[in-house]
């Protein structure tokens, strides 16, 4: 079987990766941290800033695949610091509509790039 996969120009990669594969009709993507693809730097700063553009990157991957948020079954968030999960949930609010994707919040030691926060998810493409 070949894999199928989706990558979004406006979206960045940092390593040999591709945005997303899709698995019968899950697509899965792989995890954003906070790049700027239009200009291949790191969004430094409040985790609510790296957050958003976490969701930016991610959501042009769903659009090159024809999907958007509401095809969104599950969120993976990664915190360097579990402080920060107010600013990131507050902006994670913003992003989904009721009834909210199932989400596991993770605490790490480190994410690439010395980001604060990373962000996978699992979307599923409606019959």
């Known amino acids: 079987m070949s894999r199928r996969t989706v990558n979004a120009t406006n979206a960045a990669a940092v390593g040999p990766y591709s945005h997303a594969a899709w698995a019968g009709d899950l697509l899965f993507c792989s995890g954003q941290t906070p790049l700027d693809p239009s ?40 915190l360097t610091d579990m402080s920060d999960f107010g600013q990131m949930n507050e902006v994670y609010a913003t992003r989904f509509s009721s009834p909210y994707p199932a989400r596991t919040t993770i605490g790490c030691a480190s994410l690439p790039l010395g980001a604060r926060v ?10």
């Open 39 to 78: 200009t291949g730097t790191f969004i430094d700063g409040a985790v609510a800033d790296q957050t958003r553009q976490c969701f930016d990157n991610l959501f042009q991957v769903l659009e090159a695949a024809g999907l958007g948020p509401d095809d969104v079954v599950s969120v993976n968030v990664y």
């Open 118 to 127: 990373e962000i996978g998810l699992t979307a599923k493409r409606q019959s």
